[in-house]
Nanobody, 121 residues
Framework: QVQLVESGGGLVQAGGSLRLSCAAS????????MGWYRQAPGKQRELVAG???????NYADSVKGRFTISRDYAKNTVSLQMNSLKPEDTAVYYC???????????????WGQGTQVTVSS
């Protein structure tokens, strides 16, 4: 199967920066999209940013201009550079990937375990 391992969360003051990283490993044939979602207490999980195999990116309106997603296709990693952080960015951030296994012709969705990001005011 596939494992997504995240790192880089933590506590930061408003206006600060954090960088999240996620590494995918396992029986991977190819990865279509990789991205980051977040879930704040009492709220639904939402897309923060995504990047497709061709390099196209998309961002939630709330993070445009502050967050940048990047991907290392050779290493199967995705990163999220978060600048000008706000208290409302506080959430658990989850890595997501659409992966085709070596034993399959279909893409399936995989999630990391989540990493906490807390922005203090």
């Amino acid at each position: 199967q596939v494992q997504l391992v995240e790192s880089g969360g933590g506590l930061v003051q408003a206006g600060g920066s954090l960088r999240l990283s996620c590494a995918a490993s396992g029986s991977i044939f190819s990865i279509y999209t990789m991205g980051w979602y977040r879930q704040a207490p009492g709220k639904q999980r939402e897309l923060v940013a995504g990047i497709a195999s061709g390099g196209n990116t998309n961002y939630a309106d709330s993070v445009k201009g502050r967050f940048t997603i990047s991907r290392d296709y050779a290493k199967n990693t995705v990163s999220l550079q978060m600048n000008s952080l706000k208290p409302e960015d506080t959430a658990v951030y989850y890595c997501n990937a659409e992966v085709r296994l070596t034993s399959s012709i279909r893409y399936s969705n995989y999630w990391g375990q989540g990493t906490q990001v807390t922005v203090s005011s």
